[in-house]
């Protein structure tokens, strides 16, 4: 059995961007980096954009989406974002760049773009297949319009993508629980967040239900979701001014501890601005 592979191009504020290859695909979550970043670090690994089969979007602010526009251009690969997610970016674009608006309905319109639609009076999305792969969406709880995670399995190998979420439902933990993978948000530490030199509208947004994960909440998710076959939690989304690696490492081990969660098989991973390196599940 062929091995999933994860490398975090990037995370944060800075821009989002990571590339999981399937034993069949190279998927790209997320496409908030520059042009020349997004294809320099796809060279690190011999690959292009064309060689890349699926995109996932998880939500429309610039730190998410900033290579869409160069994405858009390859019309082979097959793009997926919620129908919200779509609309917003169509219709502030008309005006602003409305090259921009007429790819993105020209790629709708011939398949490339797939739109993810939830279910009718729930928090759900449909999940799908495409070939051999299963990808559940998940709602998430951040100050867009219509944001969401994903759980990407190939041949029973998961990951679990959840960043930009000001609260894990615990309704998903059924759907999330022991994966090999997660890539999950740990933003910031509420006490130097408020001491920080943001602006109070601001630090009241990120410590909201739709705003960001905070170190606590994001260990005490994870207490709820490893399991004996989790061998890679990589922290996301780490704020470079409301946070300190030092302080995501004590609130895990506290907080794992706390719930006696076994941790002795699992590696742990900070990510950052920087590109990772390359693992495997």
Same mark, same amino acid.
């Given at each position: 059995?062929?091995?999933?592979?994860?490398?975090?191009?990037?995370?944060?504020?800075?821009?989002?961007?990571?590339?999981?290859?399937?034993?069949?695909?190279?998927?790209?979550?997320?496409?908030?980096?520059?042009?020349?970043?997004?294809?320099?670090?796809?060279?690190?690994?011999?690959?292009?954009?064309?060689?890349?089969?699926?995109?996932?979007?998880?939500?429309?602010?610039?730190?998410?989406?900033?290579?869409?526009?160069?994405?858009?251009?390859?019309?082979?690969?097959?793009?997926?974002?919620?129908?919200?997610?779509?609309?917003?970016?169509?219709?502030?674009?008309?005006?602003?760049?409305?090259?921009?608006?007429?790819?993105?309905?020209?790629?709708?319109?011939?398949?490339?773009?797939? #739109?993810?639609?939830?279910?009718?009076?729930? =928090?759900?999305?449909? !999940?799908?297949?495409? *070939?051999? &792969? /299963?990808?559940?969406? @998940?709602?998430?709880?951040?100050?867009?319009?219509?944001?969401?995670?994903?759980?990407?399995?190939?041949?029973?190998?998961?990951?679990?993508?959840?960043?930009?979420?000001?609260?894990?439902?615990?309704?998903?933990?059924?759907?999330?629980?022991?994966?090999?993978?997660?890539? #999950?948000?740990?933003?910031?530490?509420?006490? =130097?967040?408020?001491? !920080?030199?943001?602006? *109070?509208? &601001? /630090?009241?947004?990120? @410590?909201?239900?739709?705003?960001?994960?905070?170190?606590?909440?994001?260990?005490?998710?994870?207490?709820?979701?490893?399991?004996?076959?989790?061998?890679?939690?990589?922290?996301?989304?780490?704020?470079?001014?409301?946070?300190?690696?030092?302080?995501?490492?004590?609130?895990?081990?506290?907080?794992?501890?706390?719930?006696?969660?076994?941790?002795?098989?699992?590696?742990?991973?900070?990510?950052?601005?920087?590109?990772?390196?390359?693992?495997?599940?």
């Amino acid at each position: 059995m062929k091995n999933v592979k994860i490398s975090v191009f990037s995370s944060g504020s800075a821009g989002n961007c990571t590339l999981v290859q399937t034993k069949s695909f190279n998927i790209l979550i997320d496409v908030g980096i520059s042009k020349k970043s997004l294809e320099e670090n796809l060279l690190d690994y011999n690959l292009t954009l064309h060689d890349i089969q699926l995109v996932f979007i998880t939500h429309e602010h610039i730190d998410h989406i900033r290579a869409l526009p160069t994405v858009l251009k390859y019309d082979t690969l097959r793009i997926y974002l919620t129908v919200g997610t779509y609309h917003w970016i169509l219709e502030n674009n008309k005006k602003r760049q409305p090259s921009l608006a007429e790819l993105m309905e020209k790629r709708l319109n011939n398949g490339s773009i797939v #739109l993810l639609n939830r279910i009718e009076n729930s =928090i759900f999305y449909s !999940s799908f297949e495409y *070939y051999n &792969l /299963k990808i559940q969406v @998940l709602p998430t709880f951040h100050d867009a319009v219509e944001s969401v995670g994903f759980v990407i399995e190939d041949e029973k190998k998961r990951l679990v993508y959840i960043t930009d979420t000001g609260y894990v439902h615990e309704a998903l933990y059924p759907m999330i629980y022991n994966a090999e993978a997660y890539i #999950l948000e740990s933003n910031h530490d509420p006490t =130097i967040l408020m001491h !920080s030199n943001r602006t *109070y509208a &601001l /630090k009241m947004r990120i @410590l909201s239900n739709h705003g960001h994960l905070s170190n606590e909440d994001s260990m005490v998710t994870l207490a709820h979701i490893i399991g004996d076959k989790t061998k890679l939690v990589m922290h996301a989304h780490i704020s470079q001014e409301c946070n300190l690696t030092q302080i995501v490492e004590m609130t895990r081990e506290q907080v794992l501890k706390e719930y006696g969660v076994d941790t002795s098989n699992i590696e742990f991973v900070i990510t950052s601005p920087v590109p990772s390196k390359e693992y495997e599940i």
